[in-house]
């Protein structure tokens, strides 16, 4: 099964969409599935619900900070490596989908009023983009790694 597939899996199992993206490459970050899905469950419905940064496109952040990130705060090069592929990332992203950002990508203008999360029913999955931008996400940080 590939990471886009199994992105879009954990989705429509539950996982919001930052964790689903995360999910998909459990293996690269040396942490349990469950810790992974505590630390990025917060970016979901883009951070909080609070619909700003997709949490797709977190969860690729996520996933490049894992591989390409540093931990040295004086590595001025290896954080500006990383940032300019969170930047190609993100245009990427914006190119094929419109935005980064979540309302954008829903198409909401109002905000949110609440952090409640809607119920997962046939009719969630029909009107909302985000399973496939999962599963797009997932590709997208896929092809990103192979470069």
Known sequence: MSRGDKAYEFFTNGYNCSQAVTLAYSDLFGMEPEQLAKISGGFGGGMGRMREVCGCFSG????????????????????????????????QFKKDNGSIICKELLGIEKPEKSAQPEARTPEYYQKRPCPLLCKYAAELAEKMLEE
Not at 67 to 84: C, F, H, I, R, S
């Open 60 to 91: 690729i952040v996520m996933v490049l900070s894992q591989v390409y990130g540093y931990n040295d705060p004086k590595d001025t090069e290896a954080k500006k490596a990383l940032y300019e592929k969170i930047r190609a990332a993100a245009e």
